[in-house]
Structure formats: structure tokens, C-alpha cells
């Protein structure tokens, strides 16, 4: 049984930093791509960045791009997602996701359909 469990969301003001971690339970964790999306009130599910299995490739959103660091702990089963600069805009809940298949290889890291696994989320809030 796969489950993802999302932490280290809160309220934070416009310029501050957050890092949220994300652990897996189950098995295989290494061999799997891990994403983080968020969803603002009233909008779609985005993405924000994804990290293939071994770690040597990430992707970004272009709304997060110099401002958000994707990362993992092989060793942990956890996947980060380092904050910095935030602001109002970024505003939602930020969910965790792993992908269908091991070692997968894609045209498209940020497509959502490509992720079978999803956490519950945690809510970011950033205040102006």
C-alpha cells in the first residue's frame, strides 16, 4: 500500500520561505519519479516540479523557476520542495505525487497524468 503523507505547510508572509517534505510508504521508492503540485482556490490543479528517480534531472513550472528547489532523499523516501521569495500568488495546497511506472522515461515530467500516487496535501499561505 502506497501512501504519501505532505508536511511543513503554514501561514508566512510575502518574501519568507518554506520547505515542505513529503515521505512515501511502500516499496521501491528510488526507482520512482516524484512530482509536487498545488492548487489554488477556485483554479486548477498545477504543477510545480518534478524529480526523476535518481535525482540528476528536475523540472519547474515557470511561475516557480530560481525561486523553488525540488529535491529527495533516496535513503528516506522523502521528496522536499525548498520555498524561498514567496509570495500571495502561491497561495494553495501543495500535493505530492509519484509516478505510475519505475524508471519511466517521459517527453513531459510535469504532465499530471503520469502520477498515479497523491497525498492529501498541505496548505501554503502567504500572506501580502
Known amino acids: 500500500q502506497v501512501q504519501l503523507v505532505e508536511s511543513g505547510g503554514g501561514l508566512v508572509q510575502a518574501g519568507d520561505s518554506l520547505r515542505l517534505s513529503c515521505v512515501m510508504s511502500g516499496p521501491h521508492f528510488p526507482t520512482f519519479t516524484m512530482a509536487w503540485f498545488r492548487q489554488a482556490p477556485g483554479q486548477q490543479r498545477e504543477p510545480v516540479a518534478s524529480i526523476i528517480w535518481n535525482g540528476e534531472s528536475t523540472f519547474y513550472a515557470d511561475s516557480v523557476k530560481g525561486r523553488f528547489t525540488i529535491s529527495r532523499n533516496n535513503a528516506e523516501n522523502t521528496i522536499f520542495l525548498q520555498m524561498n521569495s514567496l509570495s500571495p500568488e502561491d497561495t494553495a495546497i501543495y500535493y505530492c505525487?509519484?509516478?505510475?511506472?519505475?524508471?519511466?522515461?517521459?517527453?513531459?515530467?510535469?504532465?499530471?497524468?503520469?502520477?498515479?500516487?497523491w497525498g492529501r496535501g498541505t496548505q501554503v499561505t502567504v500572506s501580502a
Open positions: 505525487a509519484r509516478d505510475r511506472e519505475p524508471y519511466t522515461r517521459r517527453t513531459n515530467y510535469l504532465d499530471a497524468a503520469m502520477y498515479y500516487y
